[in-house]
């Protein structure tokens, strides 16, 4: 009999407890209205640990406009040679809508920027300092599903799953013209992947302050 009141007791404390954080977020946002967000994620595909920083203006208690910058990639160095190497960089405009306390949606525009370096053997050349680059950019669309929780100015998220499609783009530099001229279209249609690749990120840790 205790142990069911006790229970009991638990269940409606925390009920309490959630309601009050609830009207706790919910009031800060709607008199605070900036706020700024350090955001890491480990499941981040095709290329894992993306970390950036965000900025955050709340328009109202349920409505957030966010810039948003992240960066993710690796690099294999021999020397001073970069052998191989990727860097991804996400630069967004995103409007979050919360749902009641920290629920929220939300979608966006995210123009990303990709710098390969690729070992020279792979297209057959000798090695040099300057090795073989490509680069690009796309045109993203990005939707969000998430939970953000204040307590008091600081900000505790977890983006829950985070999709970035491709729209449009460009390779801007190719190392097609170092190829010799039948590998050329190989080498392009190789550097195409870069401007149509999705990203993906699974609970996306954000901290944050709100002034």
Request: glycine residues 8%; charged residues 20%.
């Amino acid at each position: 009999m205790r142990k069911g009141l006790h229970i009991a007791l638990c269940s409606v404390l925390l009920t309490l407890a959630t309601a009050l954080q609830a009207e706790t977020s919910r009031e800060f946002r709607a008199n605070h209205h900036v706020g700024i967000d350090a955001a890491f994620s480990l499941l981040s595909l095709p290329f894992p640990a993306a970390k950036g920083v965000a900025l955050n203006l709340n328009l109202s208690d349920q409505w957030q406009l966010g810039l948003s910058y992240m960066n993710s990639g690796f690099e294999v160095n021999f020397s001073k040679l970069k052998l191989a190497g990727f860097k991804e960089r996400h630069a967004g405009l995103l409007v979050r809508r919360f749902f009641g306390n920290s629920f929220n949606l939300s979608g966006g525009y995210v123009y990303r920027t990709n710098e390969v370096y690729l070992d020279p053997d792979v297209y057959g050349f000798p090695l040099t300092e300057q090795g073989v680059r490509s680069e690009a950019y796309t045109h993203m669309a990005q939707f969000s599903i998430a939970n953000h929780w204040q307590q008091g100015p600081w900000t505790l998220a977890v983006d829950w799953l985070t999709l970035v499609v491709p729209v449009s783009g460009e390779v801007t530099r190719s190392s097609a013209e170092l190829a010799e001229e039948e590998q050329r279209d190989n080498v392009r249609q190789a550097e195409d992947v870069l401007t149509w690749y999705p990203n993906m990120a699974v609970s996306t840790l954000r901290l944050g302050y709100m002034f």
